[in-house]
């Protein structure tokens, strides 16, 4: 189940399950407006029943308490139903815990472009390491400092470029 | 204590109640930053708490889920540590709180994703991460204040003198448990004198140990967290928003 992320989303089934696959995929984070759930990796699996038509959609959440999951559970539900899949569940586990390793490439080229600089590659287990240098998602200068390792929402710190005095968004490692 | 639902309720209760302290700060930290944080780390344990008590929930298997047991228990039935209930005090205090408490669940937690348990092992594994940052944020904070001023190094011996009592609590042996907590103390220690010698302040060596919360006796201070907690769910039952 936790590698149907990258499973191809043909099978013999193939139109109904793509479409609903896509259609989840689309689905942008409520609070990081600029990236699917898909791209932010919390989209762990779309599963359609081939003889009921039922979705089975299985999300994970990037902190447990992200105050998001409701707005995410019920933008997936609309989209599914907009698709042509009114019969859908939401299941979430936390098992594998996520990770920021999960954002996809195309998913931090969003992010930056958006102002927001995205994370270092997690360093070992257990150890949160807050030492690398960020770079500013403005200028690009790695002139940068944390203001606060708390940021406007769960997975976010508040930092400040040196160079061109911007403050910004930067998405934790985790 | 004994059994699974026992030690997943005391975790549970851990969080929620530590939860709903750091809320109390919303909007009247010291700084605007420090406001975030603390509501930051509030909803990491909410989260926690949201999830153990689910698990605790299902493993009483009484048909009660998180709500019910958040909001319809009295203090009695309380499982939480003496510790995360005691009031906020200033900020210095708030800071041993935290220190303390993340440097108990931090090991505990990273313990809880190897036990045998599936569902405590992934909610552990997830836990573990947000643990790390609640006591970076912390020991950063003991550190600030214990070798700041004279007044703010004053202060932050004296939340430390406070606080500590209430930690031996954290750590009473429960071999039956899926981790027992005596185990964690090494851990708690070896993260805690560091810490604390960094920041000029001298660890308390009173053998004053508080304890009955894990048995539902508790401080005067918890009746007053939950009456605040479970007002609006006890007066409009089952409302939704």
């Known amino acids: 189940m936790v590698s149907a992320r990258s499973a191809s989303p043909t099978t013999a089934n193939g139109i109904g399950r793509a479409s609903a696959r896509e259609a989840v995929a689309g689905v942008v984070d409520p609070e990081i407006r600029v990236i699917t759930i898909d791209e932010l990796g919390i989209l762990r699996a779309v599963e359609e029943d081939p003889a009921s038509g039922r979705v089975t959609v299985t999300i994970t959440p990037t902190y447990t308490g992200c105050p998001a999951m409701d707005v995410i559970r019920a933008d997936i539900r609309r989209a599914l139903a907009a698709a042509g899949h009114p019969d859908a569940e939401v299941r979430t586990v936390y098992s594998p815990p996520w990770s920021t390793d999960w954002i996809s490439e195309g998913g931090r080229a969003k992010l930056a472009a958006a102002g927001i600089a995205p994370p270092a590659p997690v360093p070992a287990a257990g150890v949160v390491s807050l030492t690398l240098a960020v770079r500013c998602p403005q200028c690009g200068s790695p002139e940068t400092e944390q203001v606060s390792r708390f940021g406007s929402t769960a997975c976010k710190a508040l930092w400040r470029c040196r160079s061109c005095s911007e403050p910004f968004d930067h998405l934790k490692a985790l | ?241």
């Not at chain 2, 009592?165 to 027992?180: G, K, R």
């Not at chain 2, 304890?211 to 006796?217: F, I, L, T, Y």
Request: proline share 5%.
């Open chain 2, 1 to 241: 204590m004994n059994g699974p639902f026992d030690f997943t309720l005391a975790l549970a209760d851990d969080a929620l109640v530590a939860a709903q302290r750091l809320a109390e700060w919303t909007t009247r930290a010291p700084e605007m930053e420090e406001d975030i944080a603390l509501a930051n780390i509030a909803l990491d344990q909410l989260g926690a708490a949201r999830l153990l008590l689910s698990y605790a929930g299902e493993l009483e298997g009484a048909g009660r889920d998180e709500d019910a047991l958040a909001y319809l228990r009295d203090d009695r039935e309380f499982r939480n540590a003496l510790l995360v209930e005691l009031p906020n005090g200033d900020f210095a205090v708030t800071m041993a709180k935290l220190f303390f408490l993340a440097a108990y669940q931090l090991p505990l937690y990273t313990a809880l994703a190897a036990c045998a348990d599936e569902r405590l092992a992934a909610i552990g594994a997830k836990a573990r991460k947000e643990s790390a940052y609640h006591l970076d944020h912390g020991a950063l904070w003991v550190k600030r204040l214990g070798d700041g001023t004279e007044e703010s190094h004053r202060r932050m011996q004296a939340a430390v003198d406070h606080v500590w009592p209430y930690t031996h609590e954290l750590f009473a042996a429960d071999p039956a448990a899926p981790v027992d907590p005596a185990t964690l103390r090494p851990a708690f220690v070896e993260v805690v004198g560091p810490v604390l010698a960094e920041a000029t302040l001298t660890q308390p060596d009173s053998a004053w140990a508080p304890a009955g919360g894990r048995a539902g006796v508790h401080t005067e201070h918890l009746a007053y967290v939950l009456a605040e907690m479970q007002v609006l769910h006890r007066a409009h039952p089952g409302a939704n928003w």
